[in-house]
């Protein structure tokens, strides 16, 4: 059997019930004082600074978090960048390397004094100004997620070495750690000016709907990466697509069209838990909401940022967002 050319993505936005977003009117002056900043500490050669600038980070953000004033605006963009440098840092970086490189940002964020390096001191900035609003528990919660990550993106690296395929239950919860959600979601508190208590946290309906949130986002985002990663040699055993190939014997197409029924799944469930969640009590209430709104943003506004950007598709990212179709580039090894 041939390789296939091309393959369709599922169109995720029709399965978003209201998938109407706004987009932060901050984003276009925030994003230039945003990229001298990441300029200020040189942490990117030309080559990924190039790609950084295509993704475009000051779109997602204006996207994602429409609803926060200027000076959370530019926080929140200071640490995607942030993390947006660490994801190319530590893509071509073995296990011990990139768990190097990612205990500066974990100790940095705890308080422990900058350690000189560039990613030390990028974090120490940024810090300082969360500090300002943040509460503390959101902190904690922040940090948490931190270590969870550090862990998890150095577990990739060591697999993505020794070219392992996990199974897609354990890839899941790879996944929802990996791909720094929860630290993105750990400032929604902070641009609304609040701080849930650990209670919401610990209820098991908020926990599905958050981790339902983070794996629709993972599902898009790895089939939106795919063709990407798949032209990168070693890169495509951290997809789902791949796992599910393996882990299924199934098809490129069939697999796209598995993972589309997935979060269409995923939607609906998160649906149905929004309608039971229990109350909380007073103004916990109101900020739950709030913080349930935020996750849909998230998902519909990663979206739309997907194809507006060169950032998974490059020149043609207009054209994908039309027909959804996209075609496969050849191997960088070919």
Known sequence: MSS???????????????????????????GKESLAWMDSFRVLTPRKRAIFIHSNADLLVAHTYPYAGYEEFRTCLDFISLLFALDEITDDQNEADARKTMMSLLH?????????SIISRMTADFRARLLRKIGPRSMLRLIDSCRDYIN???????????GEILGLEEYRLLRRENIALRLCFSLFEYCFGFDLPNEVFADE??????????????????????????ARDGHSCSNVVTVIMKEKGTSLQETVDYVGQE?????????????????????????????????ETWIVGNTRWSFATQRYFGKHHEEVRKTLVVNLSKREDS
């Open 4 to 30: 296939p050319l091309s393959f369709k993505l599922p169109d995720f936005l029709s399965m978003c019930p209201g998938s109407s977003s706004s987009i932060n009117p901050c984003y276009k002056e925030a």
């Open 108 to 116: 940095t964020l705890s308080g422990e004094p900058c350690d000189g």
């Open 152 to 162: 998890a993106v150095c577990r990739e690296a060591d697999l993505r070495e020794r």
């Open 205 to 230: 309906t908020f926990v599905r709907m958050f981790h339902g949130a983070v794996d629709m986002i993972a599902l898009a985002n790895d089939l939106y990466s795919y063709n990407m990663e798949q």
């Open 263 to 295: 979060f269409q799944s995923l939607i609906m469930d998160f649906a149905a838990d929004k309608a039971i969640l229990r109350p909380f009590g007073g103004k916990v209430d109101e900020h739950v909401t709030l913080f349930i709104s935020a996750l």
